[in-house]
Each structure stands twice: as C-alpha cells, then as structure tokens.
C-alpha cells in the first residue's frame, strides 16, 4: 500500500485536476467524501499526497482514461496523544460474475487516508469491500467504462 504526500498548491491543483476531469462534476449524486469506510476516487499520477481524510473527492463512474483508486478513512487508534496504524484488508470484486479480483492488506492512520491504484482493464460494475478483524464494515460499489482508452 502506498501513502501519498501532498507538496506545495498541491490541494488547489487536485482539485482543479479532479474538477475537469468530469468525474466530480458527473457524480452530483455522490456527495462528500465519507468520514468512515471506503470509497474510489481518480488516481493521481506522480503526486506524493498525505491529505487528511476528507481530502479526496469521491467517483462512482469513470470513463476512458480515469484510473480508480480506493480511498480507505476513518480508522487507526488515537490514545493520549499517540497514533497507531490500523490494519484492514480491501477486496476489489467484479459484481457480475462476483470474482474476487484483488485482495490486498494495508494500514490506516487516524484522520488520514489510505490510498490504493486498481489495476481495472475492463468495463464493467465493481464493488469494493473493506474487512476488519474478517468482518466487512463498509463496502462501495462503481463503474469503469475503459472503451477508447489505451491499456495502461
């Protein structure tokens, strides 16, 4: 799992990125990023972001071009003054066929996001599932539309 750092107007710059990109703005639907759980947004190339929890915006539906990445918030442990990751597992599943594609294991922080790339090559519904202690908390589901796009 990979943790990004946010660098100088970086906000500014993703948000104008994620603006044009026609995902946030397609999405009127989707609303704020959660404060808790697990969501997609776009995966941002070459960009090193630490944001807080709230600092990605959500996407449900992306086309050719957009590459998803699952955004893990809400969880880790904050005990008189002293932080600790918390581990989960994030299961990436093809809704109709309800094949597990990916599993992966990672670690959140308190008040931080954890972010993860899917490496998605084709159309389709998708659902992620994020599992504590082998229990799902949280689960959200989204499209990719890749017709036209090159293979990343």
């Known amino acids: 799992m990979r943790?990004?750092?946010l660098r100088d107007g970086g906000l500014v710059i993703t948000a104008l990125v994620l603006a044009l990109t026609g995902c946030g703005t397609s999405n009127p639907d989707v609303g704020a990023s959660?404060?808790?759980g697990v969501y997609t947004t776009v995966a941002l190339e070459d960009h090193e972001l630490?944001?807080?929890?709230?600092?990605?915006a959500p996407c449900?539906?992306?086309?050719?071009?957009?590459?998803?990445?699952?955004?893990?918030?809400?969880y880790g442990i904050a005990t008189g003054g002293a932080y600790y990751a918390q581990g989960f597992d994030l299961e990436l599943v093809e809704i109709d066929s309800?094949?597990?594609l990916l599993r992966r294991h990672g670690e959140s922080l308190p008040g931080k996001a954890a972010m993860l790339e899917?490496?998605?090559?084709?159309?389709?519904?998708?659902?992620?599932k994020l599992i504590i202690k082998g229990?799902?908390?949280d689960t959200w589901d989204f499209t990719v539309k890749t017709s036209g796009a090159k293979p990343l």
């Open 34 to 36: 959660k404060f808790r």
């Open 3 to 5: 943790i990004h750092r």
């Open 118 to 128: 899917l490496p998605i090559q084709k159309d389709g519904g998708y659902r992620l």
């Open 50 to 56: 630490d944001m807080p929890a709230s600092g990605y």
């Open 135 to 137: 229990a799902v908390y």
């Open 60 to 74: 449900k539906d992306f086309g050719p071009h957009q590459r998803p990445a699952a955004v893990v918030v809400g």
């Open 98 to 100: 309800a094949r597990t």
